[in-house]
């Protein structure tokens, strides 16, 4: 789909499967749409909200519901991101049957009957039908068996799927089940080997990639968002919007110091973000004043400390690192402009060669 023009509207469609009589399909309310009618869209075969998103908020949250309306059937209920100045992927709405009771042989049968999708739609009800199965497990409290392997994995195998496909948010049943698989991988657990052993398609490496994926889904997701700031703060049309989303964004990255998750990730993507930072707040260089010099410093040393964590960092490679070369030089320049000085981490600071 098409990036919009650089503005706060982004256009979601979201598409149900479901027969006109089952229920409502509702959103949450995302920047100025709160509280309007629009938010509700009675049994909807397709429904397009043209939303606008804060002035100041690179990505917001939208939480949709699709309730059942009939006995049998579980609400669909999920969270997706909505990146600024990029329509959304189209979004699937699904209901299934909801299981009487999640015993050893509906799970077995789910296992069975479960393969890879690239469908977007079928990958939504795989996702579903895994969530309530393993959310019933959980409830039951028995000892996992096989079969329970391989409901965890759908569950976070579809999950990342839809991360990568319509940035869907992890919620509290795909955490869970990625610490089991965890868990279980530490351990070598039996289970895992036996449903690894009747499940050749499913290989080891494929868990550790869905793994992967549902750990480092927020630096995933922002990673264009990063790069379309960093693009934007060049132009004089689209510099004070995109530097007042840089902020917001850099304020996330310091409330997340205490548990950023990959850390290397983050830290690499902290270093881009406070480096596109200084690119905005002292553009134009040639009219900086010595009573800006504090300020500078306070910054420039900001962006010294996070490029030397990052550069402590034992995993580093030249191709993360074009953006970091991008932001060093541009620094180096306003600096030289200005004539003021930078810290020895970043006047003396050099990308590896290696691949």
Request: proline fraction near 5%; glycine fraction near 4%.
């Amino acid at each position: 789909m098409a990036a919009a023009s650089p503005s706060n509207a982004v256009t979601v469609t979201i598409k149900s499967d479901v027969p006109s009589d089952f229920g409502a399909l509702t959103k949450s309310p995302v920047g100025t749409v709160k509280g309007a009618k629009s938010n509700e869209a009675p049994n909807p075969a397709q429904t397009t909200f043209n939303l606008t998103l804060p002035d100041a908020s690179p990505i917001e949250t939208l939480d949709v519901t699709l309730a059942a309306g009939k006995a049998g059937f579980s609400d669909f209920d999920l969270s997706f991101d909505i990146p600024f100045q990029r329509n959304a992927a189209l979004l699937y709405a699904s209901i299934v049957p909801t299981e009487p009771v999640a015993s050893d042989q509906i799970v077995r049968e789910f296992v069975a009957d479960t393969s890879l999708s690239t469908n977007t739609q079928e990958i939504f009800r795989i996702n579903q039908r895994a969530r309530i199965l393993f959310r019933e497990r959980q409830a039951l409290n028995a000892s996992p068996v096989e079969a329970d392997v391989g409901v965890a994995y759908w569950l976070v195998q579809s999950s990342s799927a839809l991360i990568s496909k319509v940035k869907l948010v992890v919620d509290g049943d795909t955490a869970q089940a990625a610490d089991k698989l965890e868990e279980w991988t530490a351990q070598s657990a039996p289970i895992l080997t036996s449903f690894l052993a009747h499940n050749p398609l499913v290989k080891s490496r494929d868990i550790a990639d869905s793994l992967r994926i549902v750990r480092s889904r927020d630096r995933l997701i922002r990673a264009p968002i990063i790069t379309d700031l960093d693009s934007l703060v060049l132009k004089d049309s689209t510099r004070s919007a995109a530097c007042a989303r840089l902020e917001t964004l850099r304020s996330r990255f310091e409330d997340e110091k205490d548990n950023p998750g990959n850390y290397e990730l983050w830290n690499l993507q902290f270093v881009l973000v406070l480096g596109t930072g200084l690119k905005c707040k002292y553009h134009d260089a040639q009219t900086l004043q010595a009573s800006q010099k504090e300020d500078w410093d306070f910054d420039v040393h900001a962006f010294a400390d996070a490029l030397s964590g990052y550069s402590a960092s034992g995993d580093r490679n030249a191709a993360n690192e074009v953006g970091i070369v991008n932001r060093v030089q541009a620094v180096q320049q306003l600096a030289k402009v200005a004539n003021f000085d930078l810290p020895d981490e970043i006047s003396g600071w050099a990308p590896v060669t290696r691949k």
